[in-house]
T-cell receptor
């Protein structure tokens, strides 16, 4: 149980284009999902908290107009990187909170999306 | 501010025991997690502590002292596949936030034959 998927796993795009990344909780409902970014040899940095049916909460320094988050259902959140630039190249990872089945309030991570902007 | 410190790298021998330390200064502490991350992959959940003491889970154990802002992850009977980064993460509800995780920089463990 507690499986989270992400799509695509890898994407290469040209500078100026937009890229959408999907995050799905496959076997549980997730009212809250999180989006992280990880640069090489660095730890995960929280970008935003995505709540189903409401606006996302962005961390300080993260541009909400550039990183659009939509959490339209209890199993799906999307992150759209708009007008991507080479400095946006990174490993983007989502996680979903599993509040059920007696487990501690634990975040389960998707496999990540490697974005390369040329 | 929120600050989590871990050693950057550690090396250990197959079959041995290794302890990875984590110290933190955070507001709104609401639990501490350890994750394992292999290169290019997402983190996988290892352990969770919210009360002081030791939590044991097979070859992995995690300890927490809230008064000292200190945790460690203990790995026994090391195997080559344990070579990975180990991330210490503090859950915080500071400022009414939705229990977000704040990650340390991770400790890259190399297990040698």
């Amino acid at each position: 149980g507690a499986v989270v998927s992400q799509h695509p796993s890898r994407v290469i795009c040209k500078s100026g284009t937009s890229v959408k990344i999907e995050c799905r909780s496959l076997d549980f409902q997730a009212t809250t999902m999180f989006w992280y970014r990880q640069f090489p040899k660095q730890s995960l940095m929280l970008m935003a908290t995505s709540n189903e049916g409401s606006k996302a909460t962005y961390e300080q320094g993260v541009e909400k107009d550039k990183f659009l988050i939509n959490h339209a259902s209890l199993t799906l959140s999307t992150l759209t990187v708009t007008s991507a630039h080479p400095e946006d190249s990174s490993f983007y990872i989502c996680s979903a909170r599993n509040m059920g089945s007696g487990l501690p309030d634990t975040q389960y991570f998707g496999p990540g999306t490697r974005l390369t902007v040329l | 501010g929120q600050n989590i410190d871990q050693p950057t790298e550690m090396t250990a021998t197959e079959g041995a025991i290794v302890q990875i330390n984590c110290t933190y200064q955070t507001s709104g502490f609401n639990g501490l997690f350890w994750y394992q991350q292999h290169a290019g992959e997402a983190p996988t959940f290892l352990s969770y502590n919210v009360l002081d003491g030791l939590e044991e889970k097979g070859r992995f154990s995690s300890f927490l002292s809230r008064s000292k802002g200190y945790s460690y992850l203990l790995l026994k009977e090391l195997q080559m596949k344990d070579s990975a980064s180990y991330l210490c993460a503090v859950r915080s509800n500071y400022g009414g936030a939705t229990n977000k995780l704040i990650f340390g920089t991770g400790t890259l463990l190399a297990v040698q034959p």
